[in-house]
């Protein structure tokens, strides 16, 4: 996992600088389907959709789009999802 603490338990002893920064990200796209038709065709989409049958995909699509909606702060219809992530720089030792 992506944690400050886990990056140091990892690297501390190898690096001579780690530098995490926190960020944000907004995945903007035209509709939450528009997302899924743009992101299902990547490598673990395609691995997670293709292992399952015709029903388990409609429910993980289901579940995709509840996430979404859940999360989105368009209002209009598009896709406007804030997301947070770790930015970190390690310079090897």
């Given at each position: ?43 673990a989409r395609v691995k997670t959709f293709a292992a399952l049958d ?22 209009d219809g598009t896709m406007v999802v804030p997301s947070e992530y ?8």
């Amino acid at each position: 996992m992506g944690t400050r603490a886990r990056i140091a338990e990892l690297f501390e002893g190898q690096a001579s600088s780690i530098v995490v920064t926190d960020r944000n990200f907004v995945f903007r796209y035209r509709s939450p389907q528009h997302w899924l038709d743009i992101s299902r065709p990547t490598t673990a989409r395609v691995k997670t959709f293709a292992a399952l049958d015709a029903t388990a995909q409609a429910a993980l699509t289901s579940d995709l789009m509840a996430l979404i909606a859940q999360f989105n702060r368009s209002g209009d219809g598009t896709m406007v999802v804030p997301s947070e992530y770790l930015e970190i720089v390690i310079t090897k030792g």
